[in-house]
């Protein structure tokens, strides 16, 4: 009943909203009138556009008609329309935080009423913040729930070129880049790994509107975005099956109508070199702007390898096109092109008790022993291209749709047992392609029930190949003692035992022995197809000038297929692989074809409620449900596994305004529950054969805490930004079938109970035309584990960083030169551990970054025509 009321609505809605076009004048000009309207239009109502002193439109201010329950934010090309009004003086209020707030009484005629505003910025003010996280233009404030944005200026003040460094600046983001395939993104405490092609991640992550939903195309060079949106919490309803936990959204700059552009370069140490620029171009005035863009980014690895080369390196560049073509009023196309390409060096996974060749032992000495060298290294090559067309029926009422295609390869090799040993060689190779097609529209009814409506087809091809090859008289170290005995000596050198007893033979009196294989190989193939057809509504009604009522829902039927086989293809037969029962292999037991479907039916929806203190003070409640699709996977012994749908439901409450035009201020606490849990974990058996990082059931799981952000403007020269987290999170001491768990009472893995960064902007003019800068920022985090099994030693105690970014920028020409140091203190941290090696008994760390310093020159250039793409020639 509930998915057919909710078709139902569906159906209602569309044939409601979309049917109030206007139609247009016949007006010999290049763009109609607006004046002549069908008897549809309310007989009352205004319309204009808001720009600010430079005449660029701002999207997202919020405008409301004093003492009624009137309101709405401007549209992308900052234009609004208020209807169901009545004749008589009344008083229209603009607000934007940053910018002053305007207010004009006009009288309002019966008819069209037009009031174009410019908002100018206070002498002392906040950055402006836009988002879309509800499929429209808003300010942050007007949102109700928890989300925060990384703008372009913040990027640019603080040199954020990694995510790992952006993720600070969110409370309640933790992501971790370590090589270039594979980053992790958690939002209070889960996180989006997937080990499986079909596993769908529970951080859905968009690039422009389109998902991306393999952990390697997720991992996107941050140069000429816009902003990163965040949310938390369940997003399902208008982020789609994969936003249980939240979602990231990367929004790249469009072309505009003013041709400039800029042009970085830079050098660091470790070789660092960094070139990085953007044009924009108006082909044809008001109707054709393009917009390029690329980057180069390469630095040495910071661990050397004694076997050749290094390890924790960066080698990337990328390209991005876009268009914007406007052939008239109400259509708009966005056509944006994306290139990216890693070829980075290997991982450094050091064991905290081996020795490297020099006779070194220790995670942070700089110096590991990889015995395949230059062999090692992730990688990978990512192309997608999107069509975005949006028809305008009116200001808030229009239809989008986005055409996406996407491509994505991925490799690592890495050396698991992190010594000069060759026990554990191990290598990754993974492809995916998706499609993706969504329709959706904008609707406004009475300027009170504002929403979007729609659905969507997703279809991705992926496939994945683990590789495996040891040599045996090595590993036998690892598998034929318990614990395990060392794989290599105090000098580094690797232990061998080149045979090992099969039997005795009782007339000679003398054991039996076999030679081990040195040369082995052996792999694991997976293959999946996935597809997702989804239905989706979400509305917010006006209820009063102070309440707000929201809802939404999501209605998801989505196929995945997964198929498998292991084979030997190299090498020599396993000996060791006999005693596990995976001969002829070792790692992966041999099996032929095989495959898994599943569908499902699910739906999901979220509930609130918003009461406006005024127009720069909200207060906010929400109910959310969040699903994770069912894992389909293969353990390495070839069992089938199907794991059940993950729930998780929400609660929160917040708490969002502006103080004095200079502070801003937004506080949300959280409470979720979860059901199904899915944890993943390393796991061992030598007695099945079973070696495997899997998913596994952890049945039920609570979690709670609270997140604020301040931003505060001091002077015109000085602004302060501080954000906190606080995190609980435990394994509840049963399952859903009533049984106790095996991780009651553990924490999730990544997941600090205490985060914070704080830090200031700071300029000062030394001359007229020289500005000195500086942004310090300091980042901290409480202890926190690497696992969900809590295992003691695989954890990182309280550790901060310290990053400064400074310089000076003149006013002509238009240079930055600036200076940036991270990690200032030079404070030792891992950001993993366990890894591969906790298989055999051998875990490995990863150590973070040392302290790196290195400098920019960026020009800037610009030249400013008349304003384009700014106000509609309708409302002139």
Known sequence: MKITGLLLLLVMLSTTAFTQSKKRDKVKRKYRSTEAVTNEMPSVFIRGSVYDEDYNALPGATVTIDGTAKGVNTNEDGEYLITGLVEGRTRVRVSFIGYKTHTADIILRKGQNVKNVMLPLDNIHLEPILVNSQKREQQILDVPTAISSVSAQAMEQSNITDLSLMSEFVPGLYI??????????????????????????????YFNNVPINRASGASLELYDMDRVEVLKGPQNTLFGRSAQAGAVHYVSKMPTGEFNGSMTAGYGEYGQKEVRGFVNLPLIKDKLAVRAAGIYNYRDGYVENTFGGDLMGKNTYGGRFSVRFKPAWNHKFDLVVNYQKDDTPGIAFMPDSLANTNGTVGIFSGVASHEQGTNLGTGKEVFDVTLNYRLYMSEHNYWTSITSYRTNDASARWDGDGTASAAIDMAENSSASQFYQEIRGNFSQNSRLNGVLGGSYWRETADQTYWFSPNEQQLANLLLSSPPMPLVDNNGQPISVPVIPVGYDSINNVPIYVDLPTNHQEENYSKATNSAL?????????????????????????????????????????????????????FFRPSDWQEISKSTLSFTYHGGVKYRLNEYGNLFANYSRGRRPNVLQFTSTGEKQVLDAETLDNFEAGFKAAFFDRIFVDVTGFYQLYKNFQTRAWVADASTGEFNYISKDGGQATSYGAEASLRVAVIEQLHLFANYAWL????????????????????????PEHSLNVGFHARVNITPTIQLF???????????????????????????????????????????????????????????????????????????????VGTKLTWNFTKKPKPYFKRSKRNR
Do not use: C
């Not at 090589?179 to 079909?198: C, Q, Y």
């Not at 609980?728 to 997941?751: H, P, R």
């Not at 203190?825 to 040392?850: K, M, Q, R």
């Open 176 to 205: 971790r880049e370590q090589g270039a395939n594979r980053p992790t993104f958690a939002i209070r405490g889960l996180s989006s790994d997937e080990v499986s092609p079909s596993a769908q991640p529970r951080v859905s992550v």
């Open 534 to 586: 989804e239905g989706f509504i979400d509305v917010s009604y006006q209820l009063s000038r102070k309440f707000f009522v929201s809802g939404g829902a999501r209605i998801v039927y989505d196929r995945y297929k997964l198929g498998n086989e292991a084979s030997m293809t190299g090498g020599d037969p396993s000996v060791l692989g006999g005693y596990l029962g995976n001969a002829p292999n070792v």
């Open 728 to 751: 609980k999170t435990e394994f509840d001491s049963t399952d859903v079938d009533g049984q106790t768990q095996e991780y009651a009472g553990n924490v999730f893995s990544l997941a």
């Open 774 to 852: 500086v942004t310090p920022s300091y980042a901290w985090k409480s202890h926190m584990y690497f696992e969900d099994a809590n295992t003691p030693g695989l954890e990182q105690d309280a550790y901060g960083l310290l990053n400064i970014n400074g310089g000076l920028e003149l006013d002509d020409p238009n240079l930055i030169l600036s200076v940036w140091a991270s990690n200032v203190l030079d404070e030792p941290y891992i950001t993993s551990a366990g890894n591969t090696g906790s298989l055999f008994g051998v875990p490995t760390f990863v150590p973070g970054p040392p302290r790196m």
